[in-house]
């Protein structure tokens, strides 16, 4: 039986087109490819983060640093000598800090069973409709550890000994921190070689000049977004430690420091604070009224500095929706741990900031933007307007 082509209503048969069907297998294909490559991408990062943990600190370190360099260099100072002095005075700065905060993190880890213990006893009150579930769970918790069948044996795994683990972390670190400062030092002092580096894979003169003042530009608002966040949060946690200290609570400076570091983990980082504030004042403060006095100040510090000073001095251009936010500090804390968490804002920014200067990558960073950015101007929605008309 003889079959008729179908005919559309123009009268023309319906045939397929081989040049669509090519094009949406190479499509397919390309993004199984991205995929793939992606899927590696992690793999490398997961299993590798000995090595490029500390190689991204330092170039974050070293974009933080770069504005003070290039302000240095335009008042005579060569690059080598102002990254060296830079270097040396963050070695100082961590030094000095992790010295003068030992002692009190030490005594706060060799307490903890003491403060949980006093924390207990101040929370006695809202414990009570509680007690009774505690008792069951302990009487259930008693129960298996007492019934055991006979002709079983409980096996015990030795565990590798606390100096040795100790020391072991300390080396990491300590080489970690090597790469870090050194590799830094090296890119401050290295200048624009990277940039010319860069342009001379280019041919033409236009895709050069287009090329360096997408380098630059990127550069720059990283640079300026690094450095003034690095400087809030050091005078947020300095105005916190003040603040606590008058309060009377025990160790502000611990507490300063950890309201500055945690600062970097946006929503998160400030709860955390917080809620060891509210610890550290209820176990610290005979009454429950005037310990909450001190988390009080850090929320009304965090409010200030979240609303009012980071949206002013930063501005909202390399701002970050808050979904955005969540699912790189969940993805990086897995990844890297905690200090996956402090740079995956700084590394959300550095990908919005290159995204927003290629057209192909646009809708990127229109997805990382805080605020929806139009991608159709008000001619165009009058006449699909008119068009719906």
């Not at 409709?129 to 030795?158: D, N, Y």
């Not at 287009?210 to 946690?237: C, F, K, P, Q, W």
């Not at 990382?368 to 068009?387: F, K, P, R």
Request: aromatic fraction near 8%; charge should be negative.
């Amino acid at each position: 039986m003889k079959t008729e082509p179908t005919v559309l209503s123009a009268g023309v048969a319906e045939s397929p087109d081989p040049r669509a069907a090519a094009r949406a297998d190479t499509h397919m294909v390309r993004l199984l490819l991205v995929g793939i490559f992606l899927l590696m991408v992690v793999y490398a990062l997961y299993f590798a983060r000995a090595f490029f943990m500390p190689v991204i600190l330092a170039f974050l370190l070293a974009l933080t640093l770069t504005p003070i360099v290039r302000l240095l260099r335009r008042h005579g100072i060569p690059e080598l000598v102002s990254a060296t002095l830079l270097v040396v005075l963050s070695i100082c700065v961590f030094a000095s800090a992790g010295y003068l905060l030992s002692g009190p993190i030490i005594d706060i880890i060799n307490n903890t069973s003491s403060i949980g213990q006093q924390l207990t006893e101040r929370l006695a009150q809202l414990r009570r409709p509680f007690e009774r579930i505690m008792q069951i769970s302990h009487q259930i918790e008693q129960l298996t550890e007492t019934s055991q069948e006979p002709g079983i044996q409980k096996v015990a795994v030795a565990q590798s000994g606390v100096l040795s683990s100790a020391a072991s972390n300390l080396l990491s670190a300590g080489t970690s921190l090597t790469i870090i400062f050194v590799l830094s030092l090296f890119l401050l002092a290295s200048g624009t070689m990277f940039y010319e580096k860069i342009i001379q894979s280019f041919a033409s003169l236009s895709e050069k000049k287009r090329a360096l003042r997408v380098i630059y530009d990127v550069e720059r608002e990283i640079s300026h977004y690094l450095l003034t966040v690095t400087l809030i949060n050091a005078g947020l946690g300095t105005v916190i430690a003040l603040g606590l200290w008058a309060l009377g609570v025990p160790n502000p400076s611990v507490w300063g420091v950890a309201a500055a570091l945690f600062n970097f983990l946006p929503y998160i980082g400030a709860l955390i604070t917080i809620l060891l504030v509210t610890i550290m004042a209820l176990i610290s403060f005979d009454t429950i009224s005037y310990a909450l006095l001190a988390p009080a100040f850090v929320l009304l510090c965090d409010i200030i500095e979240g609303q009012f000073v980071t949206p002013t001095v930063v501005g909202r251009r390399l701002e970050i929706n808050a979904v955005a936010i969540l699912i790189a500090l969940a993805f990086w804390s897995w990844l890297w741990g905690f200090v996956g968490a402090l740079m995956a804002v700084p590394l959300l920014v550095v990908i919005k900031a290159f995204c927003d200067h290629f057209d192909g990558l646009s809708h990127v960073g229109n997805f990382l933007a805080a605020q929806h950015t139009a991608v159709v101007d008000e001619d165009e929605m009058a006449d699909a307007e008119s068009t719906k008309g």
